[in-house]
């Protein structure tokens, strides 16, 4: 298994990783290290499991019943599915956002706020709330509308606000799962943006089908594809520069110069 | 009407198709105007009864109380009336309820007419003939009962939600039924509303799915099912009889030696609701999109915090709407309070929970049993105000519906 060269200490890693859905296997030997405070890109066609390993960094796959993993996932050096670890915690510190946007049926304000309140965040909640809509590049849009639904904003600014939402609880890693693929070409582009920028401070996993997107906005891209038993696996990891330009994988080539079937 | 003919073939039976489908739409349209039919003829049919003429005659006639005509008495002579010819038990009952000398010379007129003239309805006609056979009405009358006063009668007025019930259709009222079926629906809803929700609660967002789940949610789905005559035969074993020392109020000191109270047909309509709440509940938590659960658990809210900020206040309309619905079918129901033992008779308000009852549809079922026509009128004005209470019921839970669901809108 390739993995990028560099001598970054992992924001979080899997070891052996395989995740079932009942007796189905439904991804298996994923070893993975994720660079801190860089953007990794995890594609793949369909079905290869892409958003499953996603969901497993922070054990989002324990609501659905069926679903177990099998190996390690490391975050400083802590295995996150011990029996001694609280999920929830785990979602403290790697935050999510999801395919669809799917704000809060409240204020705009609220969105930001409750995530931090529940987590006995004790500053000032509007400096927070400022902080995190400015980070989201969503703050001059929205400052003089903060008593108004989340839903009132258009798709792309309640995805930002969704980011928003994310960054205020101070998560360390964010995921994103397709986290464009319901919005216009130009709203796409100033997530792309944003996630450019936040990538200076937090560590980035998105899992996207949009190869043009990984290209644009990656630092290193994941390539997953599923072998005959439908089981996904990892078949090549590297800068991303390296995977469009000089894939080492004949899938990897083949599917990103569109030959996969 | 003309149809693009395709070349692939010369006939692809586009028109028949839709000469089916024009058929079709025929059907539809034809059951809703059966149901529409139908909700018709029985509005019609309880209006019908609840209006009409009816023939009124006094017990007592006016000139052995005072040679003046009624109507040209001024205020002290109808008092004077009222105290000399009352019995002082009666007397002093009326002054005891209504502030005498405070009342108008017209009020003080009807207080004599009622209490010593005692009108009397003989004969009752329904609103249709009343409206288009007036003239043989009124020979009709005049020739049986000469003395009669012919009067248009509203058999639902203002008096018959106050009154309580009476051997004497005219003096009848539905007050005790209605205290009676408020009092068991508030005991019922108390009991099951909270409960239902909680149990729906916990199946739906707590409890692990298996073979035990399985076994609860088809239970519950087959209770909801249940005839409501085995939930009043079930009420009769538990609370009238095996919880009777607590049911009658014995335990707490109370001297009535019945479990037949209203605790016990709560209870009874309680259990009833249960299930329909449960599976109204789940239905409405069902409809909380994944999507609001991953977003709240994605900011590291713990299950309890997800549940109680987000997914109930997203099901709320729902679940209110229906224990709304499920509480107006308490009121309506009539067959396990028979069995848990509604009195036939009585006109005493219940008071508290170990209050003996009736109900508004019990009381309407009695009334068409007795052999007075006159009972048939006031049994269809009561069904008015069973059928007025339940529609502002679903009013209330349609207006609480669109109002939460407003606000989880934009």
């Known amino acids: ?261 | 009407m003309g149809y693009i003919q395709p070349t692939y073939q010369s006939n692809s039976g586009i028109k028949q198709r839709q000469i089916l489908a024009r058929y079709w739409s025929k059907i539809f349209l034809g059951s809703i105007l059966i149901a529409i039919l139908a909700l018709m003829v029985m509005l019609i049919n309880v209006i019908n009864d609840s209006y009409g003429y009816a023939a009124i005659e006094y017990e007592y006639d006016p000139s052995i109380y005072t040679p003046k005509p009624i109507e040209d008495l001024n205020k002290v002579e109808l008092m004077k009336l009222l105290s000399e010819n009352l019995s002082t038990y009666r007397w002093r009952t009326i002054q005891q309820d209504v502030s005498i000398d405070q009342l108008e010379v017209d009020e003080i007129r009807e207080l004599v007419v009622e209490e010593l003239l005692k009108p009397t309805v003989v004969a009752s006609y329904s609103l249709i003939p009343s409206l288009f056979n007036r003239t043989e009405i009124h020979q009709e009358i005049n020739f049986y009962h000469p003395e009669a006063r012919i009067d248009f009668y509203s058999w639902l007025d203002f008096q018959f939600l106050i009154k309580s019930m009476s051997v004497v259709p005219e003096n009848s009222g539905v007050r005790t039924a209605i205290l009676g079926s408020l009092w068991i629906i508030l005991v019922a809803g108390i009991f099951a509303i909270p409960v239902g929700i909680g149990a729906a609660i916990y199946l739906e967002e707590y409890a692990p799915s298996g073979k035990f789940k399985k076994i609860i949610q088809s239970n519950i789905d087959n209770l909801a099912g249940v005839p409501s005559i085995i939930y009043g035969i079930l009420g009769l074993a538990i609370f009238v009889r095996v919880l009777k020392p607590l049911t009658s109020g014995t335990i707490f000191g109370l001297e009535l030696s019945t479990g037949r109270t209203i605790i016990s047909a709560g209870m009874t309509i309680g259990l009833l609701l249960l299930p329909v709440i449960i599976i109204n509940t789940q239905e409405a938590l069902r409809t909380v999109p994944m999507s609001l659960r991953q977003a709240s658990y994605g900011v590291g809210a713990t299950r309890w915090q997800t549940l109680w900020y987000h997914v109930l206040p997203a099901a709320l309309p729902g679940i209110l709407t229906g224990a709304i619905l499920a509480i107006s079918r308490g009121i309506g129901e009539t067959s396990p309070l028979i069995l848990v033992g509604a009195s036939s008779f009585i006109n005493k308000d219940p008071t508290n929970i170990f209050s003996n009852f009736t109900t508004l549809p019990l009381q309407i079922y009695y009334w068409t049993q007795r052999p007075q026509d006159q009972f048939r009128n006031t049994a269809a004005a009561a069904i008015l105000v069973l059928l007025i209470m339940l529609l502002s019921l679903n009013a209330v839970a349609i207006i609480l519906r669109n109002h939460y669901s407003r606000q989880s809108r934009p």
């Open chain 1, 1 to 261: 298994m390739s993995q990028p060269q560099n001598n970054h200490k992992a924001a979080i890693s899997t070891r052996s990783l395989a995740i079932y859905y009942g007796d189905f296997r439904a991804v298996k030997d994923v070893d993975l290290n994720i660079v801190p405070r860089r953007i990794t890109a995890i594609i793949g066609p369909s079905g290869c499991g892409k958003s499953t390993v996603l969901r497993a960094f922070n054990r989002m796959n324990d609501f659905i019943p069926t679903c177990h993993s099998e190996g390690e996932i490391l975050y400083h050096g802590h295995n996150i599915y011990d029996s001694d670890v609280d999920p929830v915690s785990v979602r403290q510190h790697i935050g999510m956002v999801f395919q669809k946007p799917n704000p809060f049926p409240k204020s705009i304000y609220e969105n930001i706020a409750w995530g931090a309140k529940i987590n006995g965040y004790k500053d000032s909640l509007d400096e927070l709330v400022e902080d995190s809509l400015t980070q989201a590049a969503l703050w001059d849009e929205v400052k003089d509308n903060l008593t108004q639904s989340g839903l009132s904003l258009s798709g792309g600014q309640q995805q930002r606000l969704c980011i928003a939402r994310a960054l205020a609880v101070k998560p360390d890693i964010i995921l994103m799962d397709e986290p464009c693929s319901a919005l216009d070409p130009i709203a796409t582009l100033k997530i792309e943006e944003l996630m450019r920028s936040l990538s200076k401070k937090y560590t980035i996993i998105i899992v996207t089908h949009n190869m043009q997107q990984a290209a644009r906005v990656s630092d290193f891209t994941a390539f997953f594809t599923m072998d005959e038993d439908r089981a996904g696996r990892m078949v090549e990891y590297g800068e991303t520069s390296q995977i469009f330009t000089r894939p080492r994988k004949k899938q990897t080539e083949d599917y990103i110069t569109g030959r996969y079937g």
